[in-house]
């Protein structure tokens, strides 16, 4: 694994947002695996620059979402599909049909699992999959629990992070308690993960993922079994896993 510190969020994105571009310029039908939150927007932003810059083209480049809430449409202020369109698809000259997110209103949880699932293996898996830490270790939606659950399929989020994702809702709006996710499989399947993470608040949980146990009550402990992990870190988040003797570059 690889880990790369910068001074501040700005930094950190603009790293993350680096190897992004690697990607996309190396190979421009890659297939990136995106995600949402607070942490990915600093990097979204910097790819928009050098895009408006003339210095990358998203025209062949393929986006798969991890997640969508259950229950919300993409209409919707608060679906990670609106919030795709408004923090990159809309600013970039990705193709719209290229762009997976699963169908928060499908009707058949199940078919729409199924399908998720097949739209990836028709892409052909994923090349980079971009990933932030939840605190309680998720990544995607996928919730610490007895088992690592291994592809798409509809998970009931914790207290914790509806608390924690309640910050993206107006205050008073009910939020959702359901939500699809990719599975830990389908992103251990990608061939290279990036991990952003950003803040103080991430720190101990940072550490315990990359130092810890391998154990689905910290799902984002699987990651020590990937063999191709970058993880991009603020000084703040990255404190304590220092701390543990880590080799960290600057
Ligand atoms: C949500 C998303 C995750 C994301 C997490 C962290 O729960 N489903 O994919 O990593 O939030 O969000 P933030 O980056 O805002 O800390």
Redesign the pocket.
């Known amino acids: 694994m690889r880990i790369y510190e910068a001074a501040d969020y700005r930094g950190m994105s603009r790293r993350a947002a680096n190897i992004i571009s690697a990607h996309v310029i190396l190979k421009p039908a890659c297939v990136l695996g995106l995600?949402?939150?607070?942490?990915?927007v600093g990097a979204y932003q910097q790819l928009i620059e050098w895009y408006r810059k003339g210095d990358l083209s998203f025209r062949e480049t393929r986006a798969v979402n991890?997640?969508e809430y259950r229950g919300l449409g993409p209409g919707h202020p608060q679906s990670y599909r609106f919030f795709m369109q408004e923090q990159l698809f809309s600013h970039i000259d990705i193709r719209p049909e290229n762009t997976f997110i699963p169908d928060g209103l499908a009707p058949d949880a199940d078919a729409e699992c199924r399908r998720y699932n097949e739209v990836i293996r028709t892409l052909g898996g994923i090349d980079l999959q971009l990933?932030?830490?939840?605190?309680n270790g998720?990544?995607?939606?996928n919730e610490p629990g007895r088992a690592f659950e291994l592809e798409t399929h509809l998970v009931d989020l914790s207290a914790s992070?509806r608390a924690?994702?309640a910050r993206f809702f107006p205050d008073g709006a009910e939020i959702p308690g359901q939500?699809f996710?990719m599975g830990i499989k389908s992103i251990m399947q990608a061939r290279r993960i990036l991990v952003a993470v950003s803040g103080a608040e991430?720190a101990e949980i940072v550490m315990r993922a990359f130092t810890g146990p391998v154990v689905p009550g910290v799902p984002c402990s699987i990651l020590q079994l990937h063999p191709d992990v970058t993880l991009v870190g603020d000084r703040a988040a990255l404190a304590a896993l220092r701390k543990t003797g880590a080799r960290i570059c600057g």
Do not use: S
């Open positions: 995600a949402t939150g607070r942490t990915p991890l997640d990933l932030g830490i939840g605190r998720h990544i995607g939606f992070t924690a994702n939500a996710t991430k």
